[in-house]
């Protein structure tokens, strides 16, 4: 295996475990790296910068995910818990290779986001590996 594939695979190993890693600026505001390609309300973003924050603070419990030139997108959480959370973090479902944002963690609460079943069939099927069967008629 080359050094450059074996050093993506053991952060990925060791990222999804832990989740993303954040910096709090604000109370819903959150900065973080993402080291991999993932799917966020409905989009998929490349690796790299992120500020994810609410679209109007007091309203609504909307965010948006901002790429730093990378690109953005909106989130519509299907749940919130106000309590804090200990340290801001990303959480990610990898499924067939595809990793989805699954939850926001900020110091303001918890959201959790919802993964369309559409894009979690398609991520399966195209994670699945098909073997033809032998057999005899």
């Known amino acids: 295996m080359k050094k450059p594939h074996l050093v993506a695979l053991l952060s990925l190993t060791c990222l999804l475990g832990l989740g ?3 910096h709090a600026q604000t109370v819903d505001t959150v900065a973080v790296t993402v080291p991999f390609e993932f799917v966020a309300g409905g989009a998929t973003l490349p690796a790299g910068d992120y500020r994810i924050g609410r679209v109007n603070p007091g309203l609504n419990q909307e965010l948006a995910i901002t ?3 990378k690109g953005s997108a909106f989130l519509l959480p299907e749940a919130y818990d106000h309590g804090p959370s200990d340290q801001p973090t990303l959480s990610f479902i990898n499924i067939g290779g595809r ?3 699954s939850k926001v ?4 609460g918890v959201y959790t986001m919802p993964v369309p079943a559409a894009s979690m069939a398609l991520a ?3 994670g699945q590996n098909t073997v033809p069967s032998a057999g005899t008629n």
């Open 20 to 22: 993303v890693t954040a």
């Open 67 to 69: 790429g730093y030139s």
């Open 99 to 101: 990793y989805f944002l």
């Open 105 to 108: 963690k900020t110091t303001g």
């Open 124 to 126: 399966q099927t195209k």
